[in-house]
């Protein structure tokens, strides 16, 4: 700590240089801030800041790749790794690891009290999980080193085969941040130590976040997510990490809105348009209730009040009204409306509203208000065009960003691609290839064969399989367990071990795999160069290996 104000002003100067100096690099050219890098100086604290930390080395190396893949119209391809073993066998194919917080709900909360994908697992799941797998990567990398350089000629470098890149950049799932702004610092905080090279964060509310595709999603208002996303960035700037940061929009299935504080949601709210309604949705299920009705009779009460409410959203109403009102020229005005006010223009309802009376002489009947669920939440019709609005406003806070959907459609690929690179032509795209798709009946095999890649050519550089570690492992486990328990031994033999030696699966020399000849090289390194007690020393099983010839 500085012992004077002169002092304290020196140092402060000197790290607001530092970073100036870090964001006037190429990396941070498509990067907003809304803050000044004295301001960023001011919270590092006075223990010098370490810029080559393992988290933002792992970014640098993740975002050099990503930009690798956007210049080349290639792709990143991953999916969600569960251990160790998962990218350890990921490592010699693919070059960056997922993390998704539905398999950490589901096989890792730091509770042990598995769930759905709701967010509501403790915070530190998933830079826990960060934390199991970076320290195997670094393990695996270390042991890996430690092999290579008891060579004595390249002829027994080339002998070991060609290295493997076990350090793979991690992105991970930061899912809607675990709570408010404090939270979204406190959580990044935790996946940058614990050497995440990136996370996603999506737009949905924190306290009732769904998975990505079940139902009832709720967003929040645009500025509200650009709040988290700042947030991210701002942690990341004070811990001088390159972290890569995703921003995903949950809004194409999207039926709730958290808020109506943000005109660039206007338009995709739904309002009432029957002027004769005059009790909210809200009071009308509180009087059922207290009436004794419930379940069904409350389900049918809701159906009945919307259908009378005339639910739309506002552009429709204007159609509508104008179809009523003035039918000869209504084309015409319905033509004018949607150029002034269409799904990215970000016009308020009250611009919205002016419009219409100038082109009808009358205002028009549309409430918000009155359709709100009894959560408080407000009607909200998403789509591919909420999406592309959204995807762009976060654009200038995030490295990609990404639409979370319902099926995998390439024509609303194309869309969202396009409606984004109509403002930001270079702008990252990343695309969840979800196992909760059926994607046997998605399209044709040919079409599944090139669809990362035709992908790829729209600006999908990131692709992932959220679950394919968890589901290829459920598969693996109930395919064993079934022939284990009908042909013991032989079983294991045939179907695991044999398998892994006629494929060059390295963890068949499991003890090998888990670091015991590094261990022993510790062991042997402290005592002088020998040990009677090493474990990969006479006797280890492992030699049956090598005298059948196979490794």
């Known amino acids: 700590m500085a012992h004077s104000f002169a002092d304290a002003q020196t140092q402060l100067e000197r790290q607001t240089r530092e970073i100036e100096n870090w964001w006037s690099q190429p990396r941070w050219k498509k990067t907003k801030r809304i803050y000044t890098a004295r301001d960023i100086a001011a919270r590092q604290g006075s223990i010098p800041i370490e810029t080559n930390n393992a988290s933002s080395l792992m970014a640098r190396k993740l975002y050099a790749l990503l930009a690798n893949h956007h210049d080349r119209k290639t792709v990143s391809k991953t999916f969600g790794a569960l251990d160790p073993v998962h990218v350890t066998q990921m490592a010699p194919f693919l070059d960056t690891v997922y993390v998704s917080g539905w398999q950490c709900s ?13 967010a509501d697992y403790p915070m530190d799941t998933v830079p826990t999980k960060v934390d199991h797998l970076f320290k195997a990567q670094r393990f695996h990398d270390r ?159 809701e159906s009945r009040w919307c259908a009378k409410a005339g639910l739309k959203l506002f552009h429709e109403a204007f159609a509508e009204a104008a179809q009523k009102q003035k039918p000869a020229n209504s084309e015409q005005l319905i033509s004018k409306f ?5 799904p990215l223009n970000g016009l308020s309802l009250r611009q919205m509203q002016a419009i219409a009376k100038k082109l009808l002489g009358a205002p028009i009947h549309f409430d918000w208000d009155l359709p709100r669920v009894r959560e408080g939440l407000y009607r909200y019709r998403g789509g591919t065009q909420s999406s592309i609005m959204r995807a762009r406003a976060f654009a200038p806070y995030a490295d990609l960003v990404w639409m979370e959907c319902n099926s995998p459609d390439y024509q609303q690929a194309k869309t969202f691609a396009e409606g984004v690179k109509a403002q930001y032509p270079d702008q990252w795209l990343a695309y969840n290839l979800s196992p909760s798709f059926n994607w046997n009946t998605a399209m044709s095999p040919m079409e599944l064969s ?14 992932f399989i ?29 179907t695991v071990q044999q398998k892994e030696i006629d494929n060059n699966v390295d963890i068949v020399k499991h003890q090998k795999w888990s670091g015991a000849e590094y261990i022993d090289s510790l062991l042997k390194l402290a005592q002088g160069g020998v040990s009677a007690t090493a474990a990969m020393g006479v006797g280890v099983t492992e030699e049956q290996f090598r005298e059948n010839g196979k490794l």
Not at 106 to 118: Q, V, Y
Not at 450 to 463: A, E, K, M, P
Request: charged fraction near 20%.
């Open 106 to 118: 589901s096989t890792a909360s730091t509770s042990n009290e598995p769930g759905p994908d709701l």
């Open 143 to 301: 042991k890996q080193w430690e092999e290579r350089s008891r060579c004595q000629s390249q002829r027994e470098w080339n002998n070991l085969g060609p290295p493997i890149d076990y350090l793979r950049p991690i992105i991970a799932d930061a899912d809607a941040g675990h709570g408010g702004i404090t939270a979204v610092f406190k959580l990044t905080k935790m996946f940058i130590e614990n050497g995440a090279a990136g996370i996603h964060m999506e737009d949905q509310t924190s306290t009732n976040k769904k998975c990505g595709h079940m139902a009832g999603r709720c967003v929040i208002p645009v500025q509200e997510h650009i709040n988290r996303l700042t947030t991210v960035r701002m942690c990341a700037d004070i811990m001088h990490s390159d972290l890569v940061l995703v921003a995903r929009t949950d809004s194409e299935e999207a039926t709730l809105l958290s808020s109506t504080i943000d005109p660039r949601d206007h338009y995709f709210i739904v309002g009432a348009t029957n002027p004769d309604l005059q009790e909210s949705l809200s009071e009308s299920m509180d009087a059922a209730i207290l009436k004794g009705h419930g379940g069904k009779e409350l389900e049918n009460l």
């Open 466 to 494: 959220t679950l394919a570690g968890l589901h290829t492992s459920a598969l693996a486990v109930n395919t064993f367990a079934k022939d284990f328990s009908q042909r013991g031994m032989l079983s294991y033999a045939t």
């Open 338 to 342: 949607n150029a002034q006010a269409g």
């Open 450 to 463: 090139s669809f990362i890649d035709r992908l790829g050519q729209l600006g999908y550089i990131w692709q």
